[in-house]
């Protein structure tokens, strides 16, 4: 197993995955988020750029703003307007997401890295969506970047941890996350260092049969009638973006879509769906499957959740390393089913 207080070569070689400087492994992705909060102080101001339905968000809100007094202010957009707008005098942090679910948006890393920079806060993006195949916000000189390690998974099966990978030139962060580690305890004891050294080697491998499956399950979902809309992760103003450039050559494993017809037939379909996830196979083709309107927001009245984008008929895909032909074709009968 790690070591609790040193600094190991797995550690060393997840943080070259995320070009950082140093990793640090927690016991959980959720433990990983709430040693990232403690870096500021009590009461302290921070702006977010999250999805609503995520693990973060629910920290936020539902912990730290009543045990911390954390104050957020959450923005839909990353324009330095936007940002810039959010801050306050008591500003500490500004994290936000590479991918934005429901809907897969993609902020401005640059301009936020920047301005995080100029108004001398702590910058944080949570990577777990778009894994570092796709993007390395360090690279776009943020401090740190926060996952959950079933992110890597890309096809295999392995225990739950998170991480923070902190960038060059942050000693003292990184010390306070060696410290809050240990101190909070949160340590990835079921994480065996030749495992972690094995994962980080084959990912890259991995995560292009991972997106190979996207893709193809993109394209049947793009040229079928009973899918209304698609949504695969974008840039905002990409046009403008600077970091689109040799970034978009590869995918990301996550998908989202709009299913015709009411939410009776979008919960039938989704049933049929997790019943084929569980085929019997070894691997997976679908890591996770997600119907926010059902499995998150049950208990919220429908015009609340249509105004926060949370419409009956959408889904949310992410991709594994299984079959996806097989999924396809179990898709076809599926829509054939329910029509």
Known sequence: MLEKDNLTEANNRLAQLEQGEVAHLFSSYRSAIASVLELVEHNSHIVAYVDKSGVAYHIFENVRRRTAGLRFSYID??????????????????????????????????????????????????????????????????????????????????????????????????????????????????????????????FDSRMEIVCANMSELARFLKLNSNVKDIYLPTFEKCEEAKLVKGTLERNASALSFRLLGDLERALAFKQKLLSLNNSGEELSPLRKILHPASDLYANVPKEVRNGMGITDDLFQLVVGGGNVKNLIDGLKQEFIEIA
């Open 77 to 202: 957009e990353t324009n330095p307007k936007t940002i810039l707008n959010a801050f306050s005098e008591d500003t500490g942090l500004i994290w936000i997401e590479s991918i934005k679910a429901p809907y897969l948006q993609m902020p401005d890393l640059e301009a936020v890295a920047c301005i995080a920079k100029e108004k001398a806060v702590i910058s944080i993006c949570d990577n777990t969506l778009a894994t570092p195949y796709l993007l390395q916000p360090l690279k776009f000189d943020f401090d740190i970047v926060v996952s959950d390690g079933q992110s890597l998974s890309a096809g295999f099966n392995i225990p739950e941890f998170g991480y923070a990978a902190v960038g060059k030139d942050r000693e003292f962060l990184s010390e306070k996350l060696k410290f809050l580690k240990n101190i909070l305890g949160s340590h990835a004891n079921d994480v065996g260092e030749d495992f972690l050294k094995n994962i980080v080697e084959t």
